[in-house]
Nanobody, 117 residues
């Protein structure tokens, strides 16, 4: 069935960089938009960045200027630079799958990003 598979998470030092990838597969219709969310322990899940096929981009204020979202056909990326300890969280890929008269929201399994010295 429709699937989002994430990769690229890991351990990085403050100030370092990491690039997350998310591939959509086994879908029908369109996958648009695609987004990245994150959730730290004890916190609510929050939107990090979102990209649409029209080229519209939106970032959370906390990551603006440091993170960059981009998209291929079925893959969305999140380039994370100047990472801070506060960026530590599970990062989730999200997408809307839709066709004539229907739509559904899809979530990836999440990938852990840990920023520590």
């Amino acid at each position: 069935q429709v699937q989002l598979v994430e990769s690229g998470g890991g351990l990085v030092q403050p100030g370092g960089s990491l690039r997350l990838s998310c591939v959509a597969s086994r879908y029908i219709g369109s996958i648009n938009p695609m987004a990245w969310y994150r959730q730290a322990p004890g916190n609510e899940r929050e939107l990090v960045a979102i990209i649409s096929r029209s080229g519209s981009l939106n970032y959370a204020d906390s990551v603006k200027g440091r993170f960059t979202i981009s998209r291929d056909k079925d893959t969305v990326y999140l380039q994370m630079n100047s990472l801070k300890v506060e960026d530590t969280a599970v990062y989730y890929c999200n997408a809307e799958n839709s066709g004539p008269g229907w739509r559904q929201n899809i979530w990836g399994q999440g990938t852990q990003v840990t920023v520590s010295s």
